[in-house]
């Protein structure tokens, strides 16, 4: 990409003298390139609204600065005159006549910040893999292509994932841009069979579907990978799957619930055993949205439950970058069955945003800080707010100081609007999103530059989640916190708010069960979620249409009451825009309404009260501490399984980085184990290991054979090029491919669920090295009842300070490599 190629193209096309400025976004770029030309084609965008409507002059000088300061540059304009007192720090050097940027920022904000975000003086963090073996293995590359994985996370995640045995679910946390739709892409082509990914926005289903046919190899990309959402034809996809050539279909939970003819063709694939996978993308949303306007979210547990009684082999995988503590007890609750659950845990904290806390005196004052920040800070922008009044004041407070081309999305949008902004917003046809906690969630934008909160979020983990919305290319981008003294006490009322008292509880369960509409089936209630309270008191919903406040607050007491096990929810009917809940009763004092009772529902409510005030606090002392303690310490405390980072905050401007000789895997791993089958155990006879004599060019092909009787894992310092050119064709079984320092970590924290079953040992090097090959070998997997250890190596080599040669350290037998190899394979000798 040549910048002073494209810096001169923008300036003739600014100045009417080029007719077209042609910006392609989706050529391979770097992330600093991509984020340059995205910078180019928003200028190019509000020149073009601001040529036919000269009301956007200050969105185009927002443009311009982002455009100026990114490229570090300056151009002439010939027809555009800029006042030298602008808000926008847009200077005009007198001598060469060419207009400028300076960053002339308020001085509450750290320039060094700002200046990195800009890509000015910024080095990346600094990341290490200590040199991990990233190579993958036939069945990854027969799929994809790729020969090697981006990072060991992404390596032990996709191995987590297809490792997965029938019926199990495997819960996955891999950062934000660690490649984790390659589980989706490699899950889905394991084997033959349908693979349901639920994703909450359509612009994330149509970037999965876009990714999904490029990477995988397959002839008939279009017969087979799907996406659905409002707009698009239906009959393709059902066909598709009733003839069983659909693959991989990405879908919301709400056309998974309420359009019958999915609901009818899933059911049928899944009874004819050709529904292989589930997938839940950011699965946190099930917790955090499912019990507000995203429903259907919790209808999927019940959904999931009808599936598996009767496809008991079913698979599940959630999918997310971080889960609070609290948020995985409630997922393993919904999606374990028989305690047939697999944590795979690579989390981490962000490296991206850089954290600034911004005390304004007053809400007067608070307005005028966010208007500079606004006009001042990288672009593009989201300014997240607390209730959908306040985006709207927002946006017309901005738009009385010049600034038009913004947009509002909260949880009063509607869904078909829903779709156009995020649509407009991921094509870069604006920069501000004014927004409520409704936004931003698996939408696929990837630059952007400013998280800015005009208020402060309840909890740590609702705060980190908008955060997130920037830097998803790995780029620097800054997290802004602007608050004034009242907010403290606003978001503790909308705390308080949040959790209804024992007594309204109480009122709306008895409203709604013994209401003459929940109709009664045997053991099972069918619970209309929009009946009204018994009591008279108006009670608001945060983020949502009034009309709906009624079925929320039910929903709300139906999911508490599951979460602590007094009800289980066995389905979940879409009824219009209700919900009928069929429940079962665990706890029978819910068919009472006594003081028993009473004294049951306060301990469940006190519990979520001493949740959402504990988790306040943290964040309370976090705005306390600003300048004195790092920032980021609230995300170390409130995700419990990822280590200490933080690219810059208040209270320092280097970056901390916790993590750096931090080993991917967060949690042990111990089950469940590969079971070997009758015909590997044959090779072994009565011994658990063997050794066979395989040269260089012998290994290749020895290790193909092997992989045919689902050879598991194979330890080696050499680089087998088992990948390119192999003719051996996958039956489903991933290879995990390690060297020694990768199996001493794993087995630092007893990872046997990735080290078991049928594993091989490549010894190469000098007496030496083949020694402590097999010293750690046998320390780690020698006499494991789950493992058959075949030790394959050259020659006999002779180890002088024992006296002994290999095979004297090995009980077992040694094996010529024409028996692994002949067609009958499988006879002792």
Not at 137 to 160: E, H, R
Not at 329 to 344: G, H, P, Q, S, V
Not at 633 to 652: P, Q
């Amino acid at each position: 990409m040549d910048e002073n190629t494209l810096v001169k193209q923008v300036e003739e096309y600014l100045n009417k003298r080029r007719e077209d400025l042609t910006v392609d976004v989706d050529i391979d770029y770097s992330s600093q390139d991509r984020f340059k030309m995205r910078t180019i084609k928003r200028l190019k965008y509000i020149f073009d609204l601001y040529e036919k409507h000269h009301k956007f002059y200050n969105d185009f000088l927002i443009a311009l600065r982002d455009f100026l300061l990114v490229f570090r540059t300056s151009i002439h304009l010939d027809e555009i005159v800029i006042s030298p007192n602008n808000a926008f720090s847009i200077n005009k050097d007198e001598y060469s006549g060419k207009y400028f940027a300076s960053y002339q920022l308020p001085a509450y904000v750290n320039e060094t910040f700002v200046k990195q975000v800009y890509l000015e003086g910024y080095h990346a963090s600094r990341l290490i893999d200590k040199g991990y073996d990233l190579l993958t293995d036939p069945l990854v590359y027969s799929i994809t292509g790729f020969s090697k994985f981006k990072t060991m996370n992404q390596k032990l995640a996709v191995y987590g994932a297809l490792n997965t045995p029938d019926g199990y679910t495997t819960l996955v946390s891999l950062p934000t841009g660690g490649g984790k739709s390659l589980i989706t892409q490699t899950l889905a082509y394991q084997s033959t069979g349908l693979t349901v990914a639920i994703v909450p926005t359509v612009s994330l289903a149509l970037d999965q579907v876009r990714v999904a046919k490029e990477i995988i190899h397959t002839q008939n990309a279009d017969e087979e990978i799907f996406h659905y959402s409002s707009g698009v034809e239906a009959s393709p996809i059902i066909n598709a799957i009733k003839n069983k050539t659909a693959r991989l279909l990405f879908i919301s939970p709400e056309a998974l619930i309420k359009n019958q003819r999915f609901a009818d063709a899933i059911k049928t694939a899944n009874q004819q055993r050709y529904l292989k996978n589930i997938i839940i993308d950011e699965a946190h949303i099930v917790v955090d949205w499912g019990a507000s306007f995203r429903v259907d979210y919790q209808c999927l547990e019940s959904w999931r439950r009808k599936l598996m009684m009767t496809n008991p082999g079913l698979r599940t995988l959630l999918l997310s970058a971080t889960y609070e503590r609290s948020c995985i007890d409630i997922l393993k609750d919904f999606f374990a069955t028989d305690d047939k659950w697999i944590e795979i845990r690579c989390d981490a904290l962000r490296h991206e945003p850089r954290y600034m806390l911004i005390k304004a005196k007053s809400f007067t004052d608070k307005k005028r800080k966010m208007l500079e920040l606004v006009e001042k800070l990288p672009h593009p922008m989201i300014v997240y707010v607390t209730r959908p009044s306040d985006a709207e004041d927002i946006k017309s407070y901005l738009s009385e100081n010049g600034i038009n081309n913004i947009r509002t999305f909260t949880g009063l949008t509607s869904s078909t609007k829903r779709e156009q902004l995020i649509d407009e917003w991921v094509n870069d046809q604006f920069e501000i999103m004014i927004a409520t906690s409704a936004f931003g969630v698996g939408v696929d934008k990837s630059d952007v530059r400013t998280v800015l909160h005009m208020y402060i979020p309840q909890n740590p983990n609702a705060y980190y989640q908008e955060l997130g919305r920037g830097g998803r290319d790995k780029l620097p981008c800054l997290s802004v916190m602007c608050i004034c003294p009242e907010d403290t006490t606003i978001t503790f009322n909308r705390i308080n708010k949040k959790v209804l008292t024992t007594e309204k509880i109480i009122g709306r369960w008895d409203s709604m069960y013994n209401s003459p509409l929940s109709i009664r089936i045997g053991n099972y209630t069918n619970i209309n979620t929009s009946i009204k309270p018994k009591y008279n008191v108006v009670d608001e919903f945060d983020d949502a249409p009034v009309s709906d406040t009624d079925m929320n607050w039910n929903i709300y007491v139906l999911l508490l009451l599951r979460r602590y096990n007094m009800i289980s929810i066995m389905e979940v009917l879409p009824q219009n825009d209700n919900y009928i809940f069929v429940v079962s009763i665990n706890d029978d004092l819910l068919r009472t309404n006594d003081s028993v009772l009473q004294q049951k529902i306060e301990s469940v409510r006190t519990q979520e009260w001493d949740y959402y005030n504990e988790a306040f606090k943290q964040i309370k002392k976090a705005i306390s501490q600003s300048g004195k303690s790092c920032w980021s310490e609230m995300f170390y405390e409130t995700y419990d399984k990822v280590s200490e980072f933080c690219a810059g905050c208040d209270a320092h401007d280097e970056a901390i980085e916790g993590d750096f000789y931090e080993f991917s895997l967060k949690r042990p791993v111990t089950q469940p184990v590969k079971q070997l089958a009758m015909d590997q155990l044959a090779l072994f006879g009565p011994a658990y290991e063997m050794v066979v004599y395989a040269d260089e060019k012998q290994r290749v092909s020895l290790i193909e054979e092997l992989q045919k009787k689902r050879l598991s894992v194979l330890i080696t310092e050499s680089d087998l090029k088992l990948n390119e050119g192999t003719s051996a064709s996958h039956s489903g079984n991933s290879l995990l491919v390690i060297d020694c320092s990768e199996l001493r970590d794993l087995m630092s924290k007893s990872c046997y669920y990735y080290v078991s079953g049928l594993v091989a040992i490549v010894y190469s090097g000098e007496e030496g090295d083949v020694y402590n090959q097999l010293k750690m070998v046998r320390q780690y997997l020698s006499n494991k009842s789950f493992i058959r250890l075949i030790h394959i190596i050259k020659e006999n080599v002779y180890f002088e300070s024992l006296n002994k040669v290999f095979t004297d350290l090995i009980d077992g037998p040694v094996m010529p490599i024409n028996v692994i190899c002949s067609k009958e394979g499988g006879q002792y000798v």
